[in-house]
């Protein structure tokens, strides 16, 4: 494509490769055709989309390039630098890290909903059920057997023997 001047323009695909580490992720852009950093642009989307762009004149020629990767839920966006050394652009994306303080506060709160869970489990327990059944059963009883002796208590003394 050629443009004012007779200039040439030119689109490319940069190569690219991530490296993973500890608490963080490496994106390294390969860029021979950029000998400094500018022309460079690197943006973060608020949809969580790493926006990285090019545009510089060689020559009569004009080179860019346009690259759109997804970040991940876990890095922090707000945290993402960039650099750009002998033709690499390197871009860190460190992940989201909880503190210890929050750490300490969810496990007090999972251990206190552990409790109440055990705590509700066992009040609804078979066996507390059987046992309540049992006691039901047995105070029925009592109350049958009770009035049934009293019935055959009046019904005895209502008897007269001749």
């Known amino acids: 494509m050629e443009t004012e001047a007779g ?71 707000n945290e993402i630098k960039a650099n750009f050394e002998k033709g690499v652009l390197k871009i860190t994306l460190p992940k989201k890290v909880t503190s210890a303080s929050t750490l300490k506060e969810e496990y007090k709160a999972t251990t206190s909903m552990q409790m109440q869970v055990a705590k509700q489990t066992s009040k609804n327990s078979r066996f507390r059920k059987f046992k309540k059944v049992a006691i039901s059963i047995a105070a029925t009883m009592l109350v049958v057997s009770a009035l049934s002796g009293f019935a055959y208590y009046i019904y005895r003394s209502t008897i007269v023997e001749d």
């Open 7 to 77: 200039a040439v323009e030119g689109h490319f695909e940069p190569s690219y490769e991530w490296q993973h580490e500890e608490g963080l992720d490496v994106l390294l852009v390969h860029l021979p055709e950029f000998k400094d950093k500018e022309g460079l642009k690197v943006q973060v989307s608020n949809f969580g989309v790493l926006k990285i762009s090019g545009d510089r004149q060689v020559n009569q020629t004009r080179i860019r390039f346009f690259k759109e990767i997804p970040v991940w839920k876990d890095h922090n966006t």
